[in-house]
């Protein structure tokens, strides 16, 4: 696969696991350990990503200019595996809707260092 394509398939990734994430509380209970699943698949597509990167035939100057997306990206995978093992455990509504907060506001920012990095590397994307 191509890495611009794999940008692509990243960010659709994320989308899914925030669709999964924003359902209903009864469905959300059968989909916890799903989406500690997901985090998990996330953090491997985004380390290919990582990769790839690493292989491509980039100026030094887009590799200085997306290292800093790359290195919050990565932590902040981290962070939605924790949740998302959060989520696992919430119980309380108010406990469920503070977990799910902190993913959006995880993903949010995973969408937009993915939207950097393609725009950076993939100028012709839409991303």
């Known amino acids: 696969m191509e890495l611009c394509e794999r940008i692509g398939a990243f960010g659709k990734s994320l989308e899914t696991f925030e669709r999964c994430m924003l359902a209903a509380p009864e469905t959300i209970a059968s989909e916890k350990l799903s989406l ?22 980039i100026s030094r100057e887009i590799e200085q200019r997306i290292q800093p997306y790359q290195t919050e990206a990565h932590r902040r995978l981290r962070l939605l595996g924790v949740e998302a093992m959060r989520l696992r455990t919430a119980r309380d509504p108010a406990r469920l809707a503070a977990v799910r907060s902190q993913l959006q506001d995880h993903l949010k920012q995973l969408q937009q260092f993915t939207s950097a990095i393609a725009t950076e590397v993939c100028p012709q994307a839409d991303s």
Do not use: N
Not at 37 to 48: I, T, V
């Open 36 to 57: 500690a699943q997901q985090a998990g698949q996330l953090r491997a597509q985004f380390q290919q990503i990582i990769t790839d990167l690493a292989e491509a035939d």
